[in-house]
């Protein structure tokens, strides 16, 4: 399998941790991850709420670069896949299509549709599969009790975005229990972390990323694991004003999927990036009876 591989922003600063858990994880896999430098921001929060063509015209260069590659576009970022795949499915429309074409047409770059956009979640789940992955675990997660938080932009709007159900998806719980661990199901690994309005209502925002934590934890979560590295800062890098702001003590774990993936495929902590997190992992390490590889 070989991807046109689009980072995102946070992956490249904040969440470097995400990165290099998926190279790990696609090298152990046989996922080649095939690298763009001029790909650019996709532009959420920021370009989409002001101009919105401007928006679908700047991820459509990036689709452009993928397709006159000839390459799929992985993402490891929801709310990227969720703009980039909004690109493709606004595109649909002639005439948003014609303005967007003119805005490009100078640069010398035109964009047929024919890009897929994939996370690395569906990539897991629907192209490398459960089975394969399950065969491949070499230390399985077992005694640990994982919520998966989804978060919003992989699952809606659900008509744009044609994947599983935004109500009851399950391909992420497929996936921890391919790696040995028991998924946890609460309502809130659908919901909102809160990331949208963090820097405008800090105090709602962690009143929401705190609910989430808490509902995962009612239902015996030793941990959870996301898919959007927003969602993690949300939920791991604000945790401590999280839970000041509920009133409660959370000490919750928060892994990025491929962390979660590649724990089970022998990974060490280090080479996941685990140390960098805000809340100590050590806990659901534990759980696993330490952290070495088996031979």
Not at 157 to 166: F, I
């Amino acid at each position: 399998m070989k991807f046109a591989y689009y980072p995102g922003c946070v992956a490249q600063e904040s969440g470097k941790e995400l990165d290099l858990a998926t190279r790990w994880v696609s090298a152990r896999l046989g996922i080649e991850l095939v690298e763009f430098p001029s790909f650019s921001c996709c532009g959420s929060g920021f370009l989409d709420e002001a101009n919105g063509i401007l928006n679908v015209a700047l991820n459509a260069r990036n689709l452009a670069i993928a397709e006159k590659a000839g390459l799929d576009l992985l993402t490891i970022c929801s709310t990227c896949q969720g703009m980039l795949t909004y690109a493709n499915r606004r595109l649909e429309n002639p005439t948003v299509k014609a303005r967007v074409d003119g805005a490009l047409a100078p640069l010398g770059i035109s964009y047929s549709g024919k890009t897929r956009v994939t996370h690395l979640l569906q990539v897991l789940t629907e192209q490398v599969g459960a089975d394969r992955i399950r065969s491949m675990v070499r230390r399985p997660l077992t005694g640990l009790k994982v919520g998966a938080f989804y978060g919003c932009h992989l699952l809606r709007p659900a008509d744009e975005m044609r994947s599983e159900s935004a109500e009851e998806p399950h391909s992420f719980e497929d996936l921890i229990s391919a790696l040995g661990a028991t998924p946890v199901l609460y309502r809130g690994r659908v919901m909102c972390c809160g990331f949208p309005i963090l820097f405008v209502k800090e105090p709602t925002a962690n009143r929401i990323a705190g609910r989430q934590i808490l509902d995962a934890k009612a239902h015996g979560a030793d941990a959870m694991a996301t898919p959007c590295p927003l969602c993690h800062i949300s939920l791991d890098s604000f945790q401590n004003k999280v839970a000041k702001e509920v009133g409660e003590k959370l000490d919750m774990p928060i892994f990025h999927l491929p962390q979660l993936v590649g724990l089970a495929l022998g990974a060490t902590p280090e080479e996941l990036g685990l140390p960098r997190h805000m809340v100590s992992t050590d806990s659901a390490l534990q759980k696993l009876g330490g952290v070495a590889v088996p031979a």
